[in-house]
């Protein structure tokens, strides 16, 4: 099956030639004939599938091919929804181009940086935008933005959307799109919450899903080391150095491990950068712009800061920790092995993590081969850490931060102290 096949125009044919793209990936060849026919579509499909370019490329041709209503002040035609600003950035890339040799006009906004550059791209006028939920009801709100002429929306990552609290956003752009449009509900899992905001988004709708098994590879090579918890940054230090001219993406559970790798690999003088929420945006898309120009080796990231990181020769994905949620580990390994390139996928597994790769081996359906020989072996005897029960006071604290989780991958705001002492002059 080629493009061609599937039925795409000239212009964009030659703009995947470009790019290097030559036959579509399963979820490409099930989605783009479905979508060529104005029908809806759920899709579940994991991060690497080449669900981008199965969504982008259907609605760039359809508003090419209606190209009369292209004339004049644009309006918004389709619309993006996407949780992380890394992935709308990467997401704007591709349809840039993929629309190389049309004369479609696209742009994305997303919060923390300042909104002029991106309110003069608007007036402008855009065909196609790219956008993270808090930013664009904030546009919204101010008037930039009208969604009466959509007729393509989309909402990506929609797990995703609903791990990092935007359920009420996406609530709030719903209503506010025109009842007769093409909708595309696109999400790695799909769990009775998805299922539930699918059926307030689509109509009568098709079904395209891509399996985990499908989505890892086997292209990607697979492997983890039973590694104790002090010693997983001295393994980490020791493949690294093992691999000099790799390019390495690891992961970290949480923002503060992430910092804590950097730190730790910085004392044997290894070069890396951290990209999480707690970090700005100009941070984070310079250390990503230095690990893609090859100016740095090692990126270590956290889950949600990596959506939307497509590089295309990393060679080697590391999971530091290994993510209590299965279906993570699907997407984190995804970085690695896209197209037609071979990756390798190493895993670090203490004792308390055993369980987590219990299950993540039930989901992928397979056993993933154990390295032996290395320096730092685990010691079958580590005591494994009881979860202690929250205390009522944990309890409320908690309660008290529930709502104050982050908004496009930013970080929390601390809470406000109270003085008690005298006010200074």
Do not use: W
Not at 391 to 398: A, G, L, V
Request: charged share 25%; hydrophobic share 40%; with cysteine.
């Amino acid at each position: 099956m080629t493009f061609k096949e599937l039925g795409i125009i000239e212009p964009i044919l030659k703009s995947l030639d470009d790019v290097g793209y030559t036959n579509p990936t399963p979820v490409q060849e099930q989605s783009i004939p479905i979508l060529l026919n104005r029908k809806d579509l759920l899709g579940c499909a994991q991060t690497g599938t080449g669900k981008t370019a199965a969504f982008t490329i259907p609605i760039i041709q359809h508003l090419y091919n209606g190209i009369q209503e292209l004339k004049g002040k644009r309006k918004i035609k389709a619309l993006i929804v996407t949780p992380t600003r890394e992935l709308a950035i990467q997401i704007n890339d591709n349809i840039t181009a993929y629309s190389k040799y049309t004369n479609i006009k696209n742009t994305v906004i997303f919060g923390g940086v300042k909104q002029h550059a991106q309110t003069d791209a608007l007036r402008r006028g855009v065909d196609i935008l790219v956008a993270t939920p808090g930013r664009l009801l904030d546009l919204i709100s101010q008037g930039y933005i009208s969604l009466n002429d959509i007729k393509f929306f989309v909402l990506d990552e929609a797990d995703q959307m609903l791990d990092m609290g935007f359920i009420h956003d996406i609530k709030k752009i719903i209503v506010k799109l025109p009842a007769k449009r093409q909708s595309l509900f696109f999400s790695a899992t799909m769990p009775a919450s998805i299922v539930e905001l699918s059926s307030k988004i689509l109509g009568k709708y098709e079904k395209v899903t891509i399996k985990p098994k499908q989505a890892t590879a086997e292209k990607v090579a697979q492997a983890v080391y039973f590694v104790s918890k002090p010693n997983k940054a001295k393994l980490l230090i020791h493949l690294i150095e093992e691999n000099p001219d790799a390019s390495v993406l690891v992961f970290s559970r949480t923002k503060h491990g992430a910092d804590k790798v950097v730190r730790m690999l910085a004392k044997s003088q290894i070069k890396s950068a951290a990209i999480h929420g707690n970090k700005s945006q100009g941070a984070r898309q310079r250390a990503l712009g230095h690990f893609k120009d090859g100016e740095l080796n090692v990126l270590i990231a956290t889950d949600i800061a990596a959506r939307g990181i497509d590089i295309s020769d990393l060679s080697l994905v590391i999971n530091y920790d290994l993510p209590n949620i299965p279906e993570t580990y699907v997407h984190r390994i995804g970085r690695t092995g896209r197209a037609k390139a071979s990756g390798i996928a190493l895993s670090f597994c203490n004792q308390e993590e055993k369980e987590y790769l219990k299950d993540i081996q039930k989901l992928i359906n397979q056993q993933i081969p154990v390295i032996k020989e290395h320096p730092f072996p685990l010691d079958e005897n580590e005591e494994i850490p009881l979860a202690a029960k929250p205390t009522k006071n944990q309890r409320k604290k908690k309660n008290r931060t529930a709502g104050n989780k982050p908004k496009e991958g930013e970080a929390a705001k601390k809470p406000k102290r109270k003085f008690y002492g005298r006010k200074p002059r």
